[in-house]
């Protein structure tokens, strides 16, 4: 056992303090110094969609050293749709710090993240955080994670976990929920050192490490992440790189790294027991081990749970293609695809009878949003269409995702809330009310939550909160009705104009102001009726001799809803594709012309 060093990973409920508690950590140890004044919160989450949306997406590694040992901290995502980061993180550490707020309690994704590390065997420390949260209330929540334990199946060993209190944001922590006599993080750094396992290498084995994650330098070109189970790396050295297949190939490190604070560090060699970081196999990808050139053995491949959403992405060709961004060919989009599967496995591509389309399955909505937002942002342009649930046939019956949705709303609004979900085919599974506030569990397919969102923020005023969590495939729960709505549609190609965005303010609301550049097949609005409705926004008044009455009054415009990317992916229907550029998000036909709408229908109703 290499008493030195522990690799451990922690794991949340988004928005518990992971990444919060991860900045304490690294500001405390005594090997972290931050160079840049200027960054004084969450450290780990350093992409910028991270930053802006307050969630962990990708896993990070980072190293602390307390005393004489050295402890390997992984940063998981909080949120199931990026599950298949947690999974993988699972096979590199020997115990896992499971955060739990001390007002809300387990959530759906704790018990996700717990499970897989149920799953994997290892022990857990509970640290119960935001103890200083007006209303914290943590012996329920002590006693609700118990609970969760017994119900995951954990052993008697993991069910004795122990304790630990903590205020993230302002670094201290203690055995006690009492921040009097809390003095820094140290407590949590002790019980790291005593309770977890120092990681067990058996130093007469060969070369054996699993590649878990992967990262690109503009030097060294890909770097594979993951944990040295046996053996030594150096830098030079010839290895044998075994794929998922199984097929055996030469190789050759041209940089071997370990991790100390938030960098990767250059080293000669690296030890068993460790995490490393290793370059110079260019076509190595997740899951794949690198083994010893003459006893080439691998280790095994990790399992991922399957996609549950699909959307197509496809080529823009709307009439504005190619204006706002970079890159708009079918083999930019197919490269950058393929580019990403390399390091998400969770993710799935397949090719379709069109050689400028293609189905992208991914774990949920927020998974495949992530992913359109960094193409736009590196300057791709493309289309995709609505999201879609992956049906399966088991034992010749249909099977669809459903998934457990957590529901936290006043009491005010729980008979709008529970009418909602009846209407997408959910069963209650759980309700309880707690000083004015309900919480409900419901069972829903996939397919009724999809566009959901929104609507869940209108009807409870922006007050509700609603989490979800895949449960598994059930039998097909029968066809649930859409809701009937109309939208907006520009006849014209041009700018929007005043005098045109009156007359469609008087249909429905509008997603666009005066001077925005259109065409026609568009969706500039949403009727306020069901059926779509075309207007022509370009529109100018006419100027003639006579004065009205009313001459000089103006008519006023209602400030636009301005539709996020998943605003666009919840509003579009089956008709309907969502444009997105490096500076515009269309909602858009996917017929622009009425004329061929019309035809698409007749022919649609010809064929039944």
Same mark, same amino acid.
């Given at each position: 056992?290499?008493?030195?060093?522990?690799?451990?990973?922690?794991?949340?409920?988004?928005?518990?303090?992971?990444?919060?508690?991860?900045?304490? +950590?690294?500001?405390?140890?005594?090997?972290?110094?931050?160079?840049?004044?200027?960054?004084?919160?969450?450290?780990?989450?350093?992409?910028?969609?991270?930053?802006?949306?307050?969630?962990?997406?990708?896993?990070?590694?980072?190293?602390?050293?307390?005393?004489?040992?050295?402890?390997?901290?992984?940063?998981?995502?909080?949120?199931?749709?990026?599950?298949?980061?947690?999974?993988?993180?699972?096979?590199?550490?020997?115990?896992?710090?499971?955060?739990?707020?001390?007002?809300?309690?387990?959530?759906?994704?704790?018990?996700?993240?717990?499970?897989?590390?149920?799953?994997?065997?290892?022990?857990?420390?509970?640290?119960?955080?935001?103890?200083?949260?007006?209303?914290?209330?943590?012996?329920?929540?002590?006693?609700?994670?118990?609970?969760?334990?017994?119900?995951?199946?954990?052993?008697?060993?993991?069910?004795?976990?122990?304790?630990?209190?903590?205020?993230?944001?302002?670094?201290?922590?203690?055995?006690?929920?009492?921040?009097?006599?809390?003095?820094?993080?140290?407590?949590?750094?002790?019980?790291?050192?005593?309770?977890?396992?120092?990681?067990?290498?058996?130093?007469?084995?060969?070369?054996?490490?699993?590649?878990?994650?992967?990262?690109?330098?503009?030097?060294?070109?890909?770097?594979?992440?993951?944990?040295?189970?046996?053996?030594?790396?150096?830098?030079?050295?010839?290895?044998?790189?075994?794929?998922?297949?199984?097929?055996?190939?030469?190789?050759? &490190?041209?940089?071997?790294?370990?991790?100390?604070? &938030?960098?990767?560090?250059?080293?000669?060699?690296?030890?068993?027991?460790?995490?490393?970081?290793?370059?110079?196999?260019?076509?190595?990808?997740?899951?794949?081990?690198?083994?010893?050139?003459?006893?080439?053995?691998?280790?095994?491949?990790?399992?991922?749970?399957?996609?549950?959403?699909?959307?197509?992405?496809?080529?823009?060709?709307?009439?504005?293609?190619?204006?706002?961004?970079?890159?708009?060919?079918?083999?930019?989009?197919?490269?950058?695809?393929?580019?990403?599967?390399?390091?998400?496995?969770?993710?799935?591509?397949?090719?379709?009878?069109?050689?400028?389309?293609?189905?992208?399955?991914?774990?949920?909505?927020l998974h495949l949003a992530i992913l359109i937002e960094k193409m736009r942002?590196?300057?791709?342009?493309?289309?995709?269409?609505?999201?879609?649930?992956?049906?399966?046939?088991?034992?010749?019956?249909?099977?669809?995702?459903?998934?457990?949705?957590?529901?936290?709303?006043?009491?005010?609004?729980?008979?709008?809330?529970?009418?909602?979900?009846?209407?997408?085919?959910?069963?209650?599974?759980?309700?309880?009310?707690?000083?004015?506030?309900?919480?409900?569990?419901?069972?829903?397919?996939?397919?009724?939550?999809?566009?959901?969102?929104?609507?869940?923020?209108?009807?409870?005023?922006?007050?509700?909160?609603?989490?979800?969590? +895949?449960?598994?495939?059930?039998?097909?729960?029968?066809?649930?009705?859409?809701?009937?709505?109309?939208?907006?549609?520009?006849?014209?190609?041009?700018?929007?104009?005043?005098?045109?965005?009156?007359?469609?303010?008087?249909?429905?609301?509008?997603?666009?102001?005066?001077?925005?550049?259109?065409?026609?097949?568009?969706?500039?609005?949403?009727?306020?009726?069901?059926?779509?409705?075309?207007?022509?926004?370009?529109?100018?008044?006419?100027?003639?001799?006579?004065?009205?009455?009313?001459?000089?009054?103006?008519?006023?415009?209602?400030?636009?809803?301005?539709?996020? &990317?998943?605003?666009?992916?919840?509003?579009?229907?089956?008709?309907?594709?969502?444009?997105?550029?490096?500076?515009?998000?269309?909602?858009?036909?996917?017929?622009?012309?009425?004329?061929?709408?019309k035809r698409f229908k007749r022919e649609e109703k010809n064929s039944i």
């Amino acid at each position: 056992m290499k008493q030195d060093l522990r690799n451990i990973a922690i794991i949340a409920h988004v928005d518990h303090g992971k990444t919060t508690l991860v900045d304490a +950590f690294l500001k405390q140890s005594e090997n972290f110094k931050i160079k840049n004044d200027a960054v004084k919160e969450l450290i780990m989450d350093s992409n910028e969609l991270e930053r802006e949306r307050g969630i962990t997406i990708f896993s990070k590694n980072a190293s602390i050293r307390y005393q004489d040992v050295k402890i390997n901290i992984v940063d998981t995502p909080g949120h199931a749709d990026f599950g298949g980061e947690v999974e993988r993180i699972m096979r590199m550490v020997d115990g896992v710090l499971l955060l739990v707020d001390a007002k809300e309690g387990p959530m759906p994704q704790t018990k996700f993240v717990l499970r897989k590390a149920i799953e994997a065997g290892h022990r857990i420390i509970v640290v119960i955080n935001k103890i200083d949260k007006p209303y914290a209330r943590v012996d329920w929540v002590l006693n609700a994670t118990y609970d969760l334990f017994f119900e995951l199946g954990a052993s008697e060993e993991q069910i004795e976990f122990p304790v630990i209190y903590a205020s993230a944001i302002q670094g201290k922590a203690g055995l006690k929920a009492d921040l009097n006599e809390m003095k820094n993080i140290e407590p949590i750094f002790q019980k790291i050192v005593s309770y977890f396992s120092a990681p067990v290498v058996d130093e007469k084995n060969p070369l054996q490490m699993l590649t878990v994650n992967l990262a690109y330098d503009n030097y060294k070109g890909k770097i594979a992440v993951g944990r040295l189970y046996s053996g030594t790396l150096r830098r030079g050295m010839a290895v044998a790189h075994i794929d998922r297949a199984g097929e055996i190939k030469r190789g050759e &490190l041209s940089a071997v790294m370990l991790f100390e604070g &938030l960098n990767r560090v250059d080293v000669e060699e690296a030890a068993a027991g460790d995490i490393v970081a290793v370059a110079g196999i260019s076509d190595i990808s997740i899951g794949e081990t690198i083994a010893d050139i003459k006893n080439p053995i691998a280790l095994p491949i990790i399992h991922i749970d399957e996609p549950t959403i699909k959307m197509t992405f496809g080529v823009n060709t709307s009439p504005f293609k190619g204006k706002e961004g970079g890159y708009t060919t079918s083999r930019n989009i197919k490269e950058r695809l393929e580019r990403e599967l390399e390091t998400d496995v969770a993710l799935s591509v397949l090719p379709t009878d069109a050689a400028d389309r293609w189905v992208v399955a991914g774990r949920g909505e927020l998974h495949l949003a992530i992913l359109i937002e960094k193409m736009r942002r590196e300057g791709f342009e493309i289309e995709v269409s609505r999201p879609e649930v992956i049906f399966k046939e088991i034992n010749n019956k249909k099977m669809e995702p459903v998934e457990l949705v957590s529901i936290e709303v006043p009491e005010a609004y729980s008979g709008v809330i529970i009418e909602m979900m009846s209407k997408c085919a959910g069963v209650m599974k759980d309700m309880r009310v707690d000083a004015g506030t309900v919480y409900v569990d419901f069972a829903v397919p996939t397919r009724g939550l999809i566009g959901t969102r929104g609507e869940f923020l209108t009807r409870t005023k922006g007050t509700g909160i609603m989490n979800s969590i +895949f449960l598994g495939y059930e039998e097909y729960k029968g066809e649930i009705k859409p809701e009937i709505r109309g939208s907006i549609i520009a006849t014209e190609t041009g700018a929007s104009n005043n005098y045109g965005l009156v007359v469609a303010q008087g249909r429905g609301k509008l997603f666009i102001s005066a001077g925005t550049p259109v065409y026609e097949g568009m969706v500039v609005g949403q009727n306020a009726k069901a059926g779509d409705v075309p207007v022509n926004v370009c529109k100018v008044k006419e100027l003639n001799n006579f004065r009205a009455k009313n001459e000089g009054l103006q008519d006023q415009l209602e400030v636009p809803l301005t539709l996020t &990317l998943e605003d666009a992916l919840s509003y579009i229907g089956d008709d309907e594709m969502v444009e997105v550029t490096p500076k515009s998000i269309r909602v858009r036909k996917t017929l622009l012309t009425e004329i061929d709408r019309k035809r698409f229908k007749r022919e649609e109703k010809n064929s039944i």
